[in-house]
């Protein structure tokens, strides 16, 4: 993967915890190239994104060099990260099945995940 530069957008109402939080969880997985009031950029590629499901405002996709990464803003737990070694592991990180579903389909409509990955129903 070449060097990208992916953002993740933090709400308007972040925390100084919050903040703290999502940079050091991607800080694990990618290199901070710059961070700003509302944002923290990162080594990486966005490869989707879902709206409010659950008690999620918005979850973030990304391919890495080395990996995938999900970010989400939990608004009763604040900023969630998880890494996965595949685009497949991602929906793994979320308890709720509607969540896993939304980020399932989303990642089958950017063409991240093909129909062999589709799930019996």
């Known amino acids: 993967m070449a060097s990208e530069i992916a953002e993740f957008p933090l709400p308007a109402d972040v925390t100084a915890e919050e903040r703290a939080t999502a940079k050091r969880e991607i800080a694990k997985h990618a290199k901070i190239v710059s961070e700003e ?3 923290i950029k990162f080594e990486g590629r966005a490869i989707g994104q879902t709206g409010p499901v659950w008690h999620f405002q918005y979850t973030r996709l990304y391919q890495l ?4 990464l999900v ?3 939990d608004l009763h737990e604040g900023i969630k990260v998880s890494y996965a070694d595949t685009p ?4 793994k990180a979320f308890e709720n099945e509607t969540v896993r579903e939304f980020i399932e389909e989303e990642l089958h409509f950017r063409k991240i995940l093909g129909p062999e990955h589709a799930r019996a129903k």
């Not at 060099?65 to 995938?68: E, S």
């Not at 497949?88 to 929906?91: A, D, F, I, K, S």
Request: aromatic share 8%; no cysteine.
């Open 37 to 39: 009031p509302r944002v």
């Open 65 to 68: 060099p080395h990996g995938f």
């Open 71 to 73: 970010a989400a803003h």
């Open 88 to 91: 497949e592991g991602l929906p």
